[in-house]
Every structure is written in structure tokens, then in C-alpha cells.
T-cell receptor
């Protein structure tokens, strides 16, 4: 099934631990994004990649890093998780003329 | 700063019509999007407006006035499955999306 796959769907981890959220798309989209969604706030962009080999910082990049070794994969890493990073994380990609975003199902992360 | 405003919550009756408003102040404008998000799920694309006027797509329509910094999403013949959050997003001059916090729509029988 074409689309975006995120893993894990849910995770609880202790503060200070390292965590990587995986994102894979099979639509051959060039641009990919990582957002976090918190109650009462709009989606906030963490990092983005316009094409394989390039990445950029979004609105809330601190504490997160990304890589884009190829077109399909765009992992998000929390080097040392903190409780404020408890959130729902969405990976998205776009390749359409209108800039329509296609989202993964989300990864619910709880940092204790 | 850049800002997207939309009501936090709205309630409507099954079979009725509801209008969800969105006002924006952004650095430039390259289009406005509406997404639907059911609880616990990912957002899904509903509509895109870049020119003034009304775009109709089945039971859903979206309107844009660039001079007023205003859009609305109109949902007709409401069904229970329309209970969801509706997210307004504007693409700014840097082609970055600025998101509103979303409007939670509650449909009552």
C-alpha cells in the first residue's frame, strides 16, 4: 500500500534516553517533514528536507536531528529525551502541484 | 508575527450546515489549505485555495478572500462521521506552512 509508514506508533521512554522515530514513504516524494502536535497548538515543524541529501530546521528544532540519506527514509532522532518532548509526532511528504501533504499515522511519544 | 486564528470548538446538528472560519496574518501568501483530522488519526487533505472565491467539492466547500485574510470551510448535510478537527494552514512567502490550532467540530444527532 502506497503511503507513509511511521514506527513506532507508540513509545514510552525514560528521560535522557536516545530515541529514533522512523519514517518511510514509497511515493517518491522529494520533500519530507517532521511535525509535532500538542493539545491546543497547531502542528509545529521540527525539521524538513526538500530533497535527498539536504535538511533544514523548522520552528522547533532544538533537541532533534534528522538525516535524509535517500528519497524514501527520513528518521527523526531525539539525542537525549526530555519530558517536554512528550507529543504526537507526524511525518509527512509532499510531491503534488498544490503542496498537499500526505501524513503518516503518527508516533505517540511519552517521556517520563 | 505570523498567526492563524480559528474557533476552538463548534457544535452542529446532523443534517445541518456549518461554517468554520479561519483568519490569517502571514508573511506572504502562497495558498490556504484545509485538513480534516479524526481523533487519534493523521490529518487528511480537504481543499486548497490560492485564488479568491469558492471551491466546491461534494458536501465540502472552501472560500478565500486574500484581501481580508479570511477563509471558511462550509460543510453541508452534516453526518456523524464529520465529527473531527478541521485544520487551517497557510503557505507563506517561503513556502512554509503555518498551521492554526484546529477547530473541533462536534456533531449531535
Amino acid at each position: 500500500i502506497a503511503g507513509i509508514t511511521q514506527a513506532p506508533t507508540s513509545q514510552i521512554l525514560a528521560a535522557g534516553r536516545r530515541m529514533t522515530l522512523r519514517c518511510t514513504q514509497d511515493m517518491r516524494h522529494n520533500a519530507m517533514y517532521w511535525y509535532r502536535q500538542d493539545l491546543g497548538l497547531g502542528l509545529r515543524l521540527i525539521h524538513y528536507s526538500n530533497t535527498a541529501g539536504t535538511t533544514g530546521k523548522g520552528e522547533v528544532p532544538d533537541g532533534y536531528s534528522v538525516s535524509r540519506a535517500n528519497t524514501d527514509d527520513f528518521p527523526l532522532t531525539l539525542a537525549s529525551a526530555v519530558p517536554s518532548q512528550t507529543s504526537v509526532y507526524f511525518c509527512a511528504s509532499t510531491g503534488g502541484q498544490t503542496g498537499e501533504l500526505f501524513f503518516g499515522e503518527g508516533s505517540r511519544l511519552t517521556v517520563l | 508575527g505570523q498567526n492563524i486564528d480559528q474557533p476552538t470548538e463548534m457544535t452542529a446538528t446532523e443534517g445541518a450546515i456549518v461554517q468554520i472560519n479561519c483568519t490569517y496574518q502571514t508573511s506572504g501568501f502562497n495558498g490556504l489549505f484545509w485538513y480534516q483530522q479524526h481523533a487519534g488519526e493523521a490529518p487528511t487533505f480537504l481543499s486548497y485555495n490560492v485564488l479568491d472565491g469558492l471551491e466546491e467539492k461534494g458536501r465540502f466547500s472552501s472560500f478565500l478572500s486574500r484581501s481580508k485574510g479570511y477563509s471558511y470551510l462550509l460543510l453541508k448535510e452534516l453526518q456523524m462521521k464529520d465529527s473531527a478537527s478541521y485544520l487551517c494552514a497557510v503557505m507563506d512567502s517561503n513556502y512554509q506552512l503555518i498551521w492554526g490550532a484546529g477547530t473541533k467540530l462536534i456533531i449531535k444527532p
